[in-house]
């Protein structure tokens, strides 16, 4: 059984910083690609950050460049994300995510066939 369980969130004041954990179970992420989405109250996740297979290649959303960075080791089995400079506008649920079929990068949430269960980061201004 496949497994993901997203660490680290919590609260934290504008500008601060938190570094997001995402360790895998039941596979080897090494060959897959991986991402982290978020969801604000009543609306659909939305694409935050992904990573290819070795590292390599990385994609952001917009509003996150600059501030957040997406990293991996597979030989933890484990994908982070670095938030730094957090803005109120950050607040919300985020999920790690593993693309079970390919190793490059993909901003399509419906790429994704697993899924965690969520972490709350909350910025206060």
């Known amino acids: 059984q496949v497994r993901l369980v997203e660490s680290g969130g919590g609260l934290v004041q504008a500008g601060g910083s938190l570094r997001l954990s995402c360790l895998v179970s039941?596979?080897?992420?090494?060959?897959?690609?991986m991402a982290w989405f978020r969801q604000y109250p009543g609306q659909d996740r939305e694409f935050v950050a992904t990573?290819?297979?070795?590292?390599?290649?990385?994609y952001y959303e917009d509003s996150v460049k600059g501030r957040f960075a997406i990293s991996r080791d597979n030989a933890k089995n484990t994908v982070y994300l670095q938030m730094n400079g957090l803005k109120p506008e950050d607040t919300a649920l985020y999920y790690c995510?593993?693309?079970?079929?390919?190793?490059?990068?993909?901003?399509?949430?419906?790429?994704?066939?697993?899924w965690g269960q969520g972490t709350q980061v909350t910025v206060s201004s």
């Open positions: 990573i290819n297979w070795s590292g390599g290649s990385t």
């Open positions: 039941g596979r080897t992420i090494s060959t897959n690609a």
């Open positions: 995510a593993l693309d079970a079929q390919y190793g490059r990068v993909d901003v399509h949430s419906a790429q994704y066939l697993y």
